[in-house]
């Protein structure tokens, strides 16, 4: 929220710059809290300010920072003003920091850094994130649970924004694979376990059903008769095929459940096979369209600067691909939404397809191509559970809470727990997106279940355990205390580090919300978990005047509130005992 400071310090300037307050808000940025050394609260750039100037020399930049400094004068906000390199440095007033802060924060709630002057002005948008997309009746692989992690990040940072967010599940199904599905059901497939679990049950008869194609020609020509059923619209053959797409999708809902996520439409290639007919048409009557000597149709892309660009759009039987389908996708939900931004979420393997698309896009004349974006990102090695390379999504969520149960039996608080199952759920997944969240996005890295719960060190079973110690705070000594409280009483270097700290949660939150990387959230909240830690060493409650103990309640209040909000914001969920 930085709650109106950094408004008050840019009044003052603007005066003595002649230059509006709103153009120097963003300037004026707070001081990362320090272990060393205690530091200001809230920083000029200099450097940031002459940016459209011509270039300064550092000593130019230093001269101006002294000279403007000596014109700027404390008042009832700022009680100090000192210079840095090429910075200008704010103490606010001490008792109003505290008073402010605290304040603020039990009155927003969970909308506490987002009501910020940072997103003052921020027009309201409508916004499309596709996310998770996986293959029915293929592996649901390791790339999916990021982009289902990652997309479900994104949304929530979107729509606690104040943006109206929708969240589409682009299903593969539709292609080949169903040909070799309904070939497959027919020869090995039991409707009782199509029933009873059918991820489970679909991928059995696909790697089956593989396996015998290669071998017997028969097998992979009745599956290719069943494909060419499909295609034509044969009642039979979609009927079935609507079964597998129905049942599985029932299973996604439940197994989303469990991370948290959901989506407001279950999409999928399979709605865009007529209206990939219609794309082609139109690339044909804009000219786009290239017949090659083997039957099929590519867009040449070259004149966009790659000049290797050839993306096929129609296979020789005039049937569409992965990238037509893409195209009357995005078509189809600029008609339905008309949406001002749409956010892809895949590993960086589909870069290309992703740039290709947009480009198709643009050269069709669709302006609105621009407000496409693809957020890629690395390889996870190494993720395996008790059944092997990941496959399905349930292995991955039993594994976490088995291993987490397993690692809480330790732990003599885990036994009084009403329910451990679903406490380990919710700390193993905190692990799973903290060790997923913590660099870029692009990064690749080598998974490792020990690292992902250590509960000392950078974790997510760190946050959930200080979100739980600070909850039983509460517990403890909540109601015997008064909401007014003595801001005097709150200038031990420990508090002031943790009010500092909170100050800076909307610059945070709008790094990450202008990048899309939750990186900065994570390590704000584990520097407070730290922070409070420390606070919680020496500050405390108990055989304390009230005044004093009613005082650190709320700033452990306090902490506890950003914490649960960045958490969700993550799609965690926090946890009151562990
Ligand atoms: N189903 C695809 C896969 O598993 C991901 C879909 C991504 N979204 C898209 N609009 N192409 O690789």
Not at 290 to 303: F, H
Not at 499 to 526: M, W
């Amino acid at each position: 929220m930085a709650c109106g400071f950094r408004r008050s310090i840019a009044g003052q300037l603007s005066r003595v710059l002649d230059l509006p307050p709103e153009n120097l808000i963003k300037s004026i940025s707070a001081v990362p809290v320090s272990r060393k050394e205690e530091v200001a609260d809230f920083q000029l750039s200099v450097d940031s300010l002459l940016e459209n100037t011509n270039n300064h020399s550092r000593s130019d930049i230093q001269v101006q920072a002294k000279r403007l400094a000596e014109k700027l004068k404390c008042d009832t906000v700022v009680s100090e003003i000192s210079t840095g390199p090429g910075t200008i440095h704010f103490k606010i007033n001490r008792e109003l920091l505290t008073k402010t802060v605290l304040r603020q924060v039990i009155k927003d709630g969970s909308k506490y850094g987002l009501k910020s002057e940072l997103f003052s002005g921020l027009p309201q948008k409508k916004v499309v994130v596709e996310f998770s997309s996986p293959n029915v009746a293929k592996k649901f692989h390791v790339g999916h649970l990021r982009s289902t992690i990652i997309g479900n990040f994104i949304a929530n940072i979107k729509e606690a924004l104040g943006h109206q967010v929708t969240r589409i599940n682009y299903l593969g199904d539709w292609g080949m694979q169903f040909g070799l599905l309904g070939t497959g059901f027919q020869l090995f497939g039991y409707e009782e376990k199509l029933q009873s679990n059918p991820l489970q049950h679909l991928f059995e008869v696909y790697v089956q059903v593989n396996k015998e194609a290669a071998d017997d020609q028969s097998v992979a020509k009745s599956a290719q008769e069943f494909f060419q059923r499909l295609e034509l619209g044969d009642t039979q053959a979609l009927s079935l095929w609507q079964r597998f797409r129905d049942l599985s999708i029932e299973e996604y809902i439940r197994i989303y459940k469990r991370l948290g996520v959901y989506f407001d439409e279950y999409s999928g290639e399979s709605f865009y096979r007529e209206k990939s007919r219609e794309v082609l048409k139109l690339l044909d009557s804009k000219g786009l369209l290239q017949k090659t000597e083997k039957g099929t149709a590519v867009v040449d892309l070259s004149r966009n600067g790659d000049p290797s660009s050839l993306c096929t759009v129609m296979r020789s039987d005039g049937t569409s691909l992965y990238a037509t389908r893409d195209l009357a996708a995005a078509i189809d939900r600029m008609d339905k939404y008309s949406f001002d931004t749409m956010i892809y979420v895949t590993d960086k393997g589909q870069r290309k397809h992703f740039q290709q698309l947009f480009q198709m896009l643009k050269i069709m004349g669709f302006d609105w191509a621009e407000r496409c974006r693809h957020v890629p990102f690395g390889v996870v090695q190494g993720m395996k559970t008790r059944r092997g390379d990941v496959t399905f999504l349930e292995d991955v969520l039993n594994e976490i809470r088995l291993r987490m149960l397993q690692n809480m039996a330790s732990v003599k608080t885990t036994r009084e727990l009403e329910n451990p199952q679903e406490t380990a759920e919710k700390v193993g997944l905190a692990a799973l997106i903290i060790q997923d969240f913590r660099g870029l996005l692009l990064s690749d890295y080598q998974f490792s279940w020990d690292r992902v719960f250590q509960s000392r060190g950078d974790t997510g079973v760190f946050l959930q355990y200080t979100h739980a110690r600070l909850h039983s705070l509460e517990e403890t000594f909540g109601c015997g205390y008064l909401s007014e409280f003595n801001t005097a009483c709150l200038q031990e270097p420990q508090s002031i580090s943790v009010l500092q700290h909170l100050l800076r949660f909307d610059e945070v939150l709008y790094r990450s919300s202008q990048d899309l990387q939750p990186k900065h959230i994570v390590s704000y909240l584990l520097t407070l978990s730290h922070l409070a830690a420390v606070a919680h060493k020496t500050l405390h409650i108990k055989d304390n005047p009230p005044d004093v103990a009613a005082a650190r309640l709320q700033l452990f209040k306090a902490v506890r509130s950003v914490l649960a909000s960045g958490m969700q914001l993550l799609g965690i969920t926090p946890v009151c005992r562990m």
